[in-house]
């Protein structure tokens, strides 16, 4: 696993309402030079596909949001933009939120607390692979 990460031509969406959690998040990718964009709820972040750019290379996807909880947006996300790898990231893990959370098209499923190496760890893979924002 790389010990430095040069990822400034992504970009990640952190979908998280809790300040601490998305605080957490930002500071840990802030190193890698990433651009990170915010996003508080489950409208938010549709809205941003249905009316914008909607250059994204990873999402992480919080699933307790308000308007529209993290499992019904990722699967409106992936009706939109399917090729953008979503990553769930919720404290509320049980076998049925993992499995909804697949079955509405997550790439993958972390559970909180994340561990820095655990979330670079899974991340890396889709930011190092995935479909350049920057070229869609």
Not at 56 to 80: C, F, H, Q, R, S
Not at 83 to 99: F, G, M, N, W
Not at 103 to 123: F, R, S, W
Request: aromatic residues 10%; negative net charge; charged residues 25%.
């Amino acid at each position: 696993m790389n010990l430095y990460y040069d990822w400034g031509e992504k970009i990640i969406l952190i979908v998280e309402d809790d300040d601490p959690g998305y605080q957490y998040f930002e500071s840990l990718l802030r190193k890698t030079g990433v651009k990170i964009s915010r996003f508080r709820n489950g409208v938010e972040i549709l809205d941003f596909f249905e009316q914008g750019d909607g250059k994204a290379d990873l999402i992480l996807m919080d699933i307790l949001i308000p308007l529209k909880n993290g499992i019904e947006a990722t699967a409106a996300i992936k009706k939109i933009r399917k090729e953008i790898p979503i990553v769930v990231v919720t404290a509320y893990a049980s076998p049925d939120i993992q499995k909804k959370s697949f079955m509405a098209g997550c790439d993958a499923y972390l559970t909180k607390p994340v561990l820095p190496h655990k979330l670079l760890q899974t991340i890396t893979p889709f930011i190092e692979q995935g479909v350049n924002a920057t070229n869609l």
